[in-house]
């Protein structure tokens, strides 16, 4: 098993050397089958590299295609191929008794060969899922821009519906789900500033909407349902079942299950919904009402709205720490934080930080909150404040592209990704030393942002 293109073409490479003698050295046609599996292990190397390239260049189409090959090879070639050549180089009429033992030692070639194949198919097949990555909604390129999260570099460009606002990884990986107002080219109304408060800047949350799924391991679109409209959020249940979207246009939230690839239940909130979180029990889910000022209660056993809790004005994006002990959200128009009680569902205080704070997310040991703070195009924010849940103060200010706006930590709480809405960029936060190590150019408007697990 190779772990990089070059890698996979030097042993490619000898291998092609090897089968060649192997071949020339065959004495008999019935040894032919038996001298070419060097060669034909050759070919299936190098297919693997040219999967390993396509993790690098833009070309999703090719990597399936070859990454298909790649798993001929494994579930097909080489369990059937194997004992064929290993009987045919036995020598006729001198065939003797084999005991189980050897038998199964010759079955082993096969199964093992047709193990290591489809391995490497596997960790090829999900190679950059499991190196990392991120992906970010581009809404003014109508494109999803993924970024590898070893070299910090953007990787490809997936085209999709128009005006993408949120990504979200689901929770096994294998999809990213993606809010946009449908095929480009559709004809969508564009009221100013819907879905968004005034003070930040608008969005393009427009029209009757669809949330579209990309298959991680092809960077590929593989479904699309149409939801309400002006669809902002998109989150995804922890047992990776369903779907839960946000329609800032008409005060909804659809429920799409994912299997199905449809809309099973449509569920009523506050006023021009937005950010949505599951707790981590999963049982509710949570959702901004910009023009509500409220976070609106979703229990999702019954999927119904159980509770309205009152927070303040401009609630943009909701959140938990891990541990479930506190809730957040953040008021877009006050330039502050509230801390909400889960249980109690009443807020506790609030913490001011920078302008127009957007998206939030807490670090996975539950003591540092991360704010996006946006500002409006015609003065943009350009940080994200670093909130102790302790104490309840902000305790870094780090200083990002114009218009900090998504934020996500990964699983070790060592990175944050922040896209900047206004300078078509993504920053990454060592959060440990609470500075910016990398700046990373990608589509235009970036805005929700997501991670592989």
Not at 33 to 54: D, H, R
């Amino acid at each position: 098993m190779c772990f990089s293109a070059t890698a996979s073409f030097s042993v490619a490479a000898l291998l092609l050397g090897v089968g060649t003698l192997t071949l020339k050295s065959a004495r008999r046609p019935r040894e032919l089958p038996f001298a070419a599996i060097p060669l034909l292990f050759a070919i299936q190397q190098l297919s693997e590299g040219v999967i390993w390239l396509t993790f690098r260049y833009d070309a999703p189409p090719l990597g399936a295609v070859v990454t298909r090959l790649y798993s001929f090879f494994s579930h097909v070639l080489w369990p059937i191929y194997v004992p064929v050549a290993v009987w045919l180089i036995e020598p006729a009429g001198r065939r003797r008794r084999v005991t189980p033992l050897e038998m199964s030692k010759v079955r082993n070639v096969g199964v093992g060969l047709s193990s290591l194949s489809l391995a490497v198919a596997v960790a090829a097949g999900s190679a950059s899922a499991a190196a990392g990555k991120v992906y970010v909604a581009d809404e003014e390129a109508d494109s999803v821009s993924v970024i590898d999260t070893a070299s910090f570099k953007k990787i490809r460009g997936i085209p999709v519906g128009q005006g993408p606002h949120n990504v979200q990884v689901a929770p096994d990986g294998k999809l990213v789900w993606v809010t946009n107002n449908g095929e480009p080219g559709k004809s969508v109304d564009k009221p100013a500033h819907q879905g968004m408060p005034k003070s930040a800047g608008g969005g393009s949350m427009a029209g009757g909407g669809a949330v579209w799924a990309i298959d991680t391991a092809t960077d590929s679109v593989v479904a699309k349902v149409a939801v309400g409209k002006h669809p902002a959020h998109v989150v995804v249940a922890p047992d990776g079942r369903h779907a839960y979207v946000v329609n800032g246009g008409d005060n909804t939230v659809s429920v799409v299950d994912i299997p199905a690839q449809r809309v099973v239940d449509t569920i009523a909130v506050g006023a021009a919904p937005h950010g949505m979180r599951f707790s981590p029990d999963g049982k509710q889910a949570w959702v901004a009402n910009l023009k509500g000022g409220t976070v609106s209660v979703i229990d999702t056993k019954t999927r119904k709205q159980i509770a309205q809790i009152a927070v303040g004005e401009g609630p943009a994006q909701v959140g938990f720490t891990p541990d479930g002990r506190l809730g957040f959200v953040s008021l877009s128009e006050e330039n502050r934080v509230a801390m909400i009680d889960p249980a109690a569902r009443k807020v506790l205080r609030k913490v001011s930080v920078g302008s127009v704070p957007i998206q939030v997310y807490a670090t996975p040991d539950s003591r540092l909150l991360l704010v996006a703070n946006q500002g409006t195009r015609a003065k943009p924010g350009s940080t994200v404040s670093m909130i102790d849940l302790g104490t309840f103060k902000t305790v870094a200010t780090i200083k990002t592209g114009a218009g900090a706006h998504g934020v996500v930590v990964n699983r070790d709480g060592r990175r944050a990704y922040v896209t900047n809405t206004y300078a078509n960029t993504v920053s990454v936060i060592d959060v440990g030393g609470r500075k910016v190590i990398a700046t990373v150019p990608v589509g235009r408007g970036p805005n929700g942002v997501s991670l592989t697990p």
